[in-house]
Every structure is written in structure tokens, then in C-alpha cells.
């Protein structure tokens, strides 16, 4: 049956800020490829070259993390399913973010070791540890209450406002550490063309975070 009136307006325009937000996350995608593999030659966690072993980094953070991250957070709207799949979509790809996520930070480590430079010295480090740390915290909550052992009926549904709204604080501050990266980078570009890449880069991500809280914050009024 077609919806009718101001729920059926409000139900067709989550569903066009969720195309949205997966159309934004397909251009980052290509824009950090291009900007990686064109500007910066490519990446490789095994070369001798240390630029070559970071550019692995924000790869990594960008595909891997973020933009799963916040697909992971719209797959409730993203795949018509029975409810335990989406859960087990979410859960799944949030572990495979942490995994990846963990990953990405090694090699930034790796970085540092091979050009001889300190570690943990800039705010976009500080950012990203807070980060990472309070996402595997956010994980295990989860995974804990809402999987295994899993908590009594009456605990999650008081547990999932929390995890909710922690989950969007999180993954804001993945956009904020991802920014603080991408700044260091665009201050000395080498060349016009790559600063800008790198500058709509972050523009676009910063609207995919948008798009993504959109989303969630549409399926609690329009579902
Ligand atoms: C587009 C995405 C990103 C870019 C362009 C980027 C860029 C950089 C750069 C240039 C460095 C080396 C300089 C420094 O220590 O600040 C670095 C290190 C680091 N990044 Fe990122 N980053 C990105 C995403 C992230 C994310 C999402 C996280 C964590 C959630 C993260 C965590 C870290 C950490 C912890 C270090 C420090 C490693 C050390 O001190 O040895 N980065 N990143």
C-alpha cells in the first residue's frame, strides 16, 4: 500500500538523503584514490620508500574505517532485511572497521619508525587514539549487550538511545581526526591541483557525516 501525506514525504526524503550519503561516500572513495595512487604513487605497506608505506594510512582509515563506519550505521536503511540480519550486517562490519581501523594505525606507527619521526606528537594523533579507543569501547558495549551474552530486554532497550547517540558522537570524531590528517597534508601540497583534491576530499566527507546522521536521525521520526 502507498504511503499518503507528511509520513510518506518524510519516509521518500530519508531515502534520498540516504542515496545521498552513499553517493558521497562513492566519491570520496575516488577522490582518495586518485589522490593517493595519481599525486601521491601509490601505496604499499611493504616498500622501502616511507611515503610510499604511509600513503597506506589514510587509505586505509578512509575506506576501511570511515566510510564503513557510516555504512555500517545505515545499514537499518540500506538493506530491506528481517532485523537480526541487520543487526549481524552492523555488527560485522563495525568489527571489520576495528580491525581495519587498528590496522591503519599501525602503519601510521610504521611511518613514523621508518622516517625517524616522533610518534603521537600532533592533535590529529591525540584525535585518532581517543578515537579508536572509545569506537573498540563502543564495539564491545555493543557486541555485550545486544549479541553476547546479550542483556535482558528491558537493558538494551535502554541501552540502545545510548548507543545510538554515542555511536554518531564516535563517528563524528573519526570526520574530525580524518580532517586534522587531511590539513597537515593540504598545507604544503605539490601542486594546485593536488591541494584541492585533497580539500574536496575533506569537504566530502565532513557531508557524508551529515548525510549519515541524516539518516539515523530520519528512521527514528519516519519508521
Ligand atoms: C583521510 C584520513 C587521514 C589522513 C589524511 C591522515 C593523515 C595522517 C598523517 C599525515 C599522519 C602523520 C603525522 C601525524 O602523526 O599526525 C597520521 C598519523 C596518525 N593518524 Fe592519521 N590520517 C587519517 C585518518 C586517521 C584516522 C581516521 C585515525 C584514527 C581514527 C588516524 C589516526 C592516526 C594516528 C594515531 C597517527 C599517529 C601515529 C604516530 O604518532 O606514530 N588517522 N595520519
Known amino acids: ?3 499518503m501525506g507528511p ?5 521518500l526524503f530519508a531515502r534520498h538523503v540516504t542515496t545521498a550519503a552513499h553517493i558521497l561516500a562513492l566519491v570520496v572513495a575516488i577522490l582518495m584514490i586518485v589522490w593517493v595512487v595519481h599525486y601521491q604513487g601509490g601505496a604499499n605497506i611493504n ?4 611515503n610510499t608505506v604511509f600513503n597506506v594510512h589514510p587509505l586505509v582509515m578512509c575506506l576501511g574505517f570511515i566510510l564503513m563506519i557510516g555504512e555500517a550505521i545505515m545499514v537499518y536503511k540500506t538493506f530491506p532485511m528481517h532485523r537480526i540480519g541487520q543487526k549481524m550486517i552492523h555488527m560485522m562490519l563495525q568489527f571489520f572497521a576495528l580491525v581495519l581501523g587498528i590496522f591503519g594505525i599501525y602503519v601510521a606507527f610504521k611511518y613514523h619508525s621508518m622516517s625517524e619521526t616522533q610518534n603521537m606528537t600532533t592533535l590529529h594523533s591525540w584525535l585518532g587514539i581517543c578515537t579508536i579507543c572509545l569506537f573498540g569501547l563502543q564495539w564491545l558495549f555493543g557486541f555485550l549487550v545486544f549479541w553476547c ?3 535482558p530486554e528491558m537493558t538494551r532497550e535502554m ?3 545510548v548507543h545510538v547517540t554515542a555511536g554518531i558522537g564516535i563517528f563524528f570524531m573519526t570526520i574530525c581526526t ?3 590528517g587531511l590539513m597537515e597534508k593540504s598545507i604544503a601540497p605539490n601542486s594546485l591541483s593536488e591541494g584541492q ?4 576530499t575533506g569537504l566530502f566527507i565532513l557531508l557524508f557525516g551529515v548525510a549519515v546522521t541524516v539518516t539515523v536521525a530520519l528512521r527514528r521520526i519516519s519508521v
Open 1 to 3: 500500500m502507498a504511503l
Open 149 to 151: 551474552p546479550k542483556a
Open 159 to 161: 541501552a540502545a538511545p
Open 47 to 50: 616498500s622501502e620508500d616511507s
Open 178 to 180: 580524518a580532517e586534522t
Open 7 to 11: 509520513g510518506a514525504s518524510m519516509v
Open 197 to 200: 583534491v585533497i580539500n574536496f
